[in-house]
Nanobody
Framework: QVTLVESGGGLVQPGGSLTLSCEAS????????MAWYRQPPGNQRELVAT???????NYEDSVKGRFTISRDFGKGMVFLQMNNLTPEDTAVYYC???????????WGQGTQVTVSS
């Protein structure tokens, strides 16, 4: 059974940094592609960053150069390092994994990130 639990959200001032963590249980990392999504207030959920089973990373244009997605096989964790945050980054952030072959998707419960002075 796959479970994803995000943590690390909170209130941060513009220009600040946060690191989100996702504890992924029941996930064999070499079988899953992993991603962080976010849902700003009043908007649809959007893809932020992905890390494929082979370690390839991709980012949404607005976060390139500011956000970094990474993973720790041994700890079963996925991270999103966020730097130089702006109010436009305010959203609920979700961790998601997709099985490479079955295409099954799993989601965490989300963690709130608020960027405000």
């Amino acid at each position: 059974q796959v479970t994803l639990v995000e943590s690390g959200g909170g209130l941060v001032q513009p220009g600040g940094s946060l690191t989100l963590s996702c504890e992924a249980s029941g996930v064999q990392f070499n079988l899953y592609n992993m991603a962080w999504y976010r849902q700003p207030p009043g908007n649809q959920r959007e893809l932020v960053a992905t890390i494929s089973w082979d370690g390839t990373t991709n980012y949404e244009d607005s976060v390139k150069g500011r956000f970094t997605i990474s993973r720790d096989f041994g700890k079963g964790m996925v991270f999103l390092q966020m730097n130089n945050l702006t109010p436009e980054d305010t959203a609920v952030y979700y961790c998601s994994v997709r099985h490479r072959f079955t295409r099954a998707d799993y989601w965490g419960q989300g963690t709130q990130v608020t960027v405000s002075s």
